[in-house]
């Protein structure tokens, strides 16, 4: 039996509705030896009951001897800081992982303020504070990169989209700007996976499936579709996220800016800075490791729109330029845009053979996901400096079956044949 012991210590915060469970299964799997002697997951959900989508296999994660839960909430320092007290006999932890933010493109600023920003902060200041070995905040895409030939590397000054994006962004900076922190920002692409029903990849699968199911073709607005969309399996982000936890380990903060450090350009109101507590003077360059985590597959809008519709049965289409034309005009009215495919939808999960009661995924795309977005990053250099091998380098129909299997078998997705 492996000495614990000898093993590092990790607390996970925020993450359980997007990929923090796909970090708990690399770290302690259902099979095999955790990578960890003690691994703590804190976020705002209960799991029993489960007040959001967690899949079948987490669970059985949880009743793992090396996992305890807790639920907290995050926005309350003191809540915070009781959750880096570590179990009685075990030492301080040495890696925490930060999935917090606020994901939902709908939510005012103030929400954005309050449960990206300044949870981060809470917990980042905590961390720095404590001295943990490694803080690996997970950056999410929420960007629109330049449409360059080139894939774009961690130099590239990428504008954050959108109020949602400008805070996950002003985030970064902000943890940039705390000294002693040890920390390491990966910036993925869109995630998918097993168990994964948050983000384009997921929505765009289960709207394909229904013009499968109808036989007509899925058409978009945005012809011709080859501007990049780059993708990442979870598996990959769980990967990469400890990859960079033992790399950041035994350098420290100073040595990893040395070889990995990027200036985090000001994207926000320059007025915003004296509203809003902790933030960094819009003329400060702070720096901090970044890296990019995408796959090698070059996806664009077009390749994913065609693997994943190919996968059901049917095409990947565009509208003509009248059709085009009407449907931009209407952009705003996204609920008339999201009836068919909504109609669609909730026919297979009522005629599935067993019925399909509750569901966590959802054939209506809200304006953000109508919405042409730009995803392109190069992932360069993290293979060069950390080492890192993908395990899941490309997203086709192999991927799409997973996933679709992994929700059939837990009765998340309609049963046709």
């Known amino acids: 039996m492996a000495d614990n012991t000898k093993k590092p210590s990790a607390v996970i915060f925020g993450g359980l509705n997007t990929f923090s469970r796909a970090?708990?299964?690399?770290?302690?799997?259902?099979?095999?030896?955790?990578?960890?002697?003690?691994?703590?997951?804190?976020?705002?959900?209960?799991?029993?009951p489960p007040t959001t989508y967690i899949g079948t296999e987490f669970p059985k994660i949880l009743k793992k001897p090396e996992v305890e839960y807790r639920q907290?909430?995050?926005?309350v320092a003191a809540k915070v800081a009781a959750n880096f007290e570590p179990p009685e006999g075990q030492a301080a932890y040495d890696y925490v992982f930060d999935f917090t933010g606020e994901v939902r493109h709908d939510r005012t600023e103030m929400i954005q303020i309050t449960t990206t920003f300044r949870v981060a902060q809470i917990i980042g200041l905590e961390a720095a504070k404590r001295n943990v070995k490694a803080y690996i905040r997970l950056?999410?895409?929420?960007?629109?990169?330049?449409?360059?030939?080139?894939?774009?590397?961690?130099?590239?000054?990428?504008?954050?989209?959108?109020?949602?994006?400008?805070?996950?962004?002003?985030?970064?900076?902000?943890?940039?700007?705390?000294?002693?922190?040890?920390?390491?920002?990966?910036?993925?692409?869109?995630?998918?996976?097993?168990y994964t029903n948050f983000g384009l990849i997921a929505s765009v699968m289960t709207v394909a499936s229904v013009y499968g199911y109808l036989k007509k073709p899925m058409k978009s607005l945005w012809?011709?579709?080859?501007?990049?969309?780059?993708?990442?399996?979870?598996?990959?982000i769980a990967g990469a996220l400890w990859a960079c936890a033992e790399w950041m380990g035994p350098?420290?903060?100073?040595?990893?800016?040395?070889?990995?450090?990027?200036?985090?350009?000001?994207?926000?109101?320059?007025?915003?800075v004296k509203e809003v507590e902790g933030m960094t003077p819009y003329d400060d360059k702070p720096i901090a490791p970044l890296f990019n985590l995408v796959d090698d597959s070059d996806s664009t809008y077009l390749h994913i729109g065609q693997t994943v519709t190919s996968f059901f049965g049917t095409?990947?289409?565009?509208?003509?330029?009248?059709?085009s034309t009407m449907y931009k005009v209407m952009s705003d009215q996204v609920d008339d845009i999201n009836e068919h495919h909504v109609g669609g939808w909730t026919q297979m999960i009522q005629t599935s053979n067993?019925?399909?009661?509750?569901?966590?995924?959802?054939?209506?795309?809200?304006?953000?996901?109508?919405?042409?977005?730009?995803i392109s990053f190069s992932n360069k250099k993290f293979k060069d400096i950390v080492g890192y091998q993908l395990t899941r380098p490309q997203i086709n129909h192999d991927m799409v079956a997973e996933m679709v299997e992994k929700w059939k078998s837990e009765g998340s997705w309609p049963i046709l044949d």
């Open 72 to 75: 907290a909430n995050l926005t």
């Open 251 to 272: 350098l420290g903060r100073t040595a990893a800016n040395s070889v990995a450090g990027e200036v985090i350009p000001f994207h926000n109101e320059k007025s915003k």
């Open 139 to 194: 950056q999410q895409p929420f960007y629109e990169t330049p449409n360059n030939k080139v894939p774009n590397d961690e130099k590239v000054d990428v504008k954050p989209a959108g109020t949602l994006g400008i805070w996950w962004h002003e985030t970064i900076r902000m943890l940039a700007a705390i000294e002693n922190l040890n920390l390491v920002i990966l910036r993925v692409g869109l995630a998918y996976g097993p």
């Open 223 to 236: 012809s011709p579709g080859k501007h990049p969309n780059n993708t990442v399996h979870v598996e990959d």
């Open 354 to 374: 067993p019925p399909i009661p509750n569901t966590p995924l959802s054939a209506y795309m809200d304006k953000y996901t109508l919405d042409k977005h730009v």
């Open 315 to 323: 095409t990947f289409e565009f509208f003509n330029l009248v059709e």
């Open 23 to 48: 970090l708990a299964a690399k770290l302690v799997p259902v099979d095999g030896e955790a990578l960890v002697s003690h691994l703590r997951i804190v976020d705002k959900f209960s799991v029993d």
